[in-house]
């Protein structure tokens, strides 16, 4: 399958986290893409766009989100200018500055680049930030003759663009209790798996462990926070299995 | 003879520095000409994913058709080894 589908089948979500557990970032940074969108198959994806969503439209160019990083050893004025340069140099491509764009990254910049396809003109919004040497750009784009229908859309993801250390801190707290008391079940349980003497990974796999409290765990956390978005979701899922396996060995 | 000996050996080790250089300017040249392809990835995703999308609908349309042509296939093929 090169789509993974709607976001709310478990199953189709499980698979990334097994793969990219070995990796600790001290800082997540999420958006929350639009309902009812597609999450496309990151292993057919750049290593550096970290997630893409893809919307229905009955024309061939499908309007899509996605986020890409990049480690930069430059400001973000140089790196505007470089993709400014990039852009100039494509005769298929018109660049423009939109102007300043404030984040909770920080500054950052948004642009806006109109590419020909074969299916017509592709009208991007992109908002570029720079933190810590990386580069983060949030790419929206549809049709040119569809953008303004999907331009609050397109506003809202811009605007939900956020940077945390923990991503529990970004819900309610009557949630964020619900959560922490779920992450401490799972804890207990993993911690059970894991006595039986079986590997961690072994332990994390098991029927049992899966059955029983992982893809219970998962499934309410899609249910239950879905105004946290898909990507927080994964991103949560990601780091709540990461801390599974840190806390075991 | 000493004198020959430092010669050599200054010019040894300045060639080895310019080298050094040399590889800096050819990574920092290289870091700055990659620069940019987060955007372009992004870019270029924006786009790539629609065919990716309509790829795996024309797969399905597909499948779709072989799984409705197959039964009838095997349907003529069956009564027409009842009719011998």
Redesign the interface.
């Given at each position: 399958?090169?789509?993974e589908g709607s976001y709310n089948d478990p199953e189709q979500i499980n698979v990334p986290f097994l793969t990219e557990t070995t990796k600790s970032e001290s800082f997540h940074c999420f958006f929350i893409p639009p309902k009812g969108w597609?999450l496309?198959?990151q292993s057919?994806?750049?290593p550096?766009?970290k997630i893409?969503f893809?919307g229905k439209s009955s024309n061939?160019?499908?309007p899509?989100v996605?986020?890409?990083?990049?480690e930069?050893?430059?400001s973000l004025k140089?790196?505007i200018d470089?993709?400014k340069s990039?852009c100039e140099r494509d005769p298929n491509c018109v660049w423009r500055d939109l102007g300043k764009y404030n984040t909770p990254l920080g500054e950052g910049r948004l642009t806006e680049?109109e590419?020909k396809?074969k299916?017509g003109v592709?009208r991007?919004v992109?908002l570029?930030v720079i933190k810590d040497h990386r580069?983060y750009?949030?790419?929206?784009?549809a049709l040119k003759e569809e953008f303004s229908r999907h331009y609050q859309v397109f506003e809202a993801v811009l605007r939900s663009l956020t940077m945390t250390e923990n991503l529990t801190a970004s819900v309610s707290l009557e949630k964020k209790q619900l959560l922490q008391k779920m992450m401490g079940n799972l804890q207990t349980a993993f911690a059970a798996a894991i006595k039986t003497g079986v590997s961690i990974e072994q332990a994390f796999e098991s029927k049992n462990f899966q059955k029983e409290f992982w893809k219970p765990f998962q499934q309410k956390i899609i249910n239950d926070f879905t105004e946290m978005g898909a990507y927080w979701q994964i991103l949560l899922l990601r780091d709540v299995q990461h801390q599974l396996f840190k806390r075991s060995t | 003879m000493i004198s020959f000996l430092l010669i050599a050996l200054l010019s040894f080790s300045s060639t080895v520095q310019g080298r050094d250089d040399l590889q800096d300017v050819a990574i920092n040249t290289d870091?700055?000409w990659r620069?940019?392809?987060?955007?372009?990835?992004?870019?270029?995703?924006?786009?790539s994913?629609?065919m990716?999308?309509?790829?795996?609908g024309l797969a399905i349309g597909i499948g779709i058709l072989c799984a409705v042509l197959r039964p009838s296939t095997n349907t003529s093929g069956s009564s027409s080894a009842h009719c011998h």
């Open positions: 399958m090169l789509l597609d496309a198959d057919k994806l750049s550096r766009v893409c893809i061939n160019l499908l899509s996605n986020l890409a990083t990049e930069v050893d430059v140089t790196y470089i993709v990039d680049r590419m396809t299916w592709s991007q992109q570029i580069a750009i949030l790419t929206a784009g | 870091k700055l620069t940019g392809s987060g955007a372009h990835d992004g870019s270029y995703t924006a786009i994913t629609s990716i999308a309509w790829g795996i």
